[in-house]
């Protein structure tokens, strides 16, 4: 009886022991264990408590969400719609195109054409003449050709003279401004040489 007394008692304080360290330390916790006194003679047990923490998941979450406060990204890279097409083919060299210029027409008083006519004047030694050929280009004169019909001697001489130097005065002019005076210091011969230009100008005539 006393054995079965003492039997039922130990057991009485291994499980009171056991439950007071259940209460006393959670079984997820960190805490210590607290371990009840020691009864003399009883079995002093220990516990193992194996602290266990929980493997926390961490997650990172991405809001992709719009933010209605952000300014829009306007594109400002210029774009061109046209695109330009550089001939590089080599281009002969073209001679310039010269257009005729329009002939212009100058009215004129005379015909184009070559006209003789004779001229007389009075010498000392009579009457006498000369033959006068001038060419005629737009009533300008183009050359002159004089002809001696004295047969004076002394006549003679100065018509001589005076062919030998109207073309200077003469050649180059308009038909209308030719008149000879004294040339080379024949002062009659002249006369017959004018004559002879007044019926040219009346035959050129349009």
Same mark, same amino acid.
Do not use: W
């Given at each position: 009886?006393?054995? *079965?007394? @003492?039997?039922?008692?130990?057991?009485?304080?291994?499980? /009171?022991?056991?439950?007071?360290?259940?209460?006393?330390?959670? #079984?997820?916790?960190?805490?210590?264990?607290? *371990?009840?006194?020691?009864?003399?003679?009883?079995?002093?047990?220990? /516990?193992?408590?194996?602290?266990?923490?929980? =493997?926390?998941?961490?997650?990172?979450?991405? =809001?992709?969400? #719009?933010?209605?406060?952000?300014?829009?990204? *306007?594109?400002?890279?210029?774009?061109?719609?046209?695109? /330009?097409?550089?001939?590089?083919? #080599?281009?002969?060299? @073209?001679?310039?195109?010269?257009?005729?210029?329009?002939?212009?027409?100058?009215?004129?008083? $005379?015909?184009?054409?070559? $006209?003789?006519?004779?001229?007389?004047y009075t010498s000392p030694a009579g009457e006498e003449s000369v033959t006068v050929t001038v060419t005629v280009k737009g009533d300008i004169v183009e050359s002159v050709n004089v002809v001696s019909n004295a047969e004076n001697p002394n006549s003679q001489k100065f018509q001589g003279l005076?062919?030998?130097?109207?073309?200077?005065?003469?050649?180059?002019?308009?038909? =209308?401004?030719?008149?000879?005076?004294?040339?080379?210091?024949?002062? @009659?011969?002249?006369?017959?040489?004018?004559?002879?230009?007044?019926?040219?100008?009346?035959?050129?005539?349009?």
């Open positions: 009886m006393e054995k *079965t007394t @003492l039997r039922s008692l130990f057991l009485l304080m291994i499980i /009171t022991g056991s439950l007071f360290t259940l209460t006393a330390c959670g #079984p997820e916790t960190g805490t210590p264990v607290v *371990t009840a006194p020691a009864v003399s003679g009883a079995v002093t047990t220990t /516990t193992d408590q194996t602290t266990k923490k929980d =493997d926390k998941k961490v997650e990172t979450k991405v =809001d992709t969400t #719009p933010n209605a406060d952000a300014a829009p990204q *306007t594109d400002t890279t210029p774009k061109s719609d046209t695109t /330009t097409n550089i001939d590089t083919t #080599p281009k002969a060299d @073209l001679a310039p195109v010269v257009e005729p210029k329009p002939e212009v027409k100058v009215s004129t008083k $005379y015909a184009d054409g070559t $006209y003789t006519k004779t001229g007389s005076f062919i030998a130097g109207v073309s200077d005065i003469v050649v180059g002019k308009k038909l =209308d401004n030719v008149h000879a005076g004294v040339v080379n210091g024949s002062s @009659l011969t002249g006369g017959g040489f004018n004559e002879a230009v007044a019926a040219i100008e009346a035959s050129a005539q349009k």
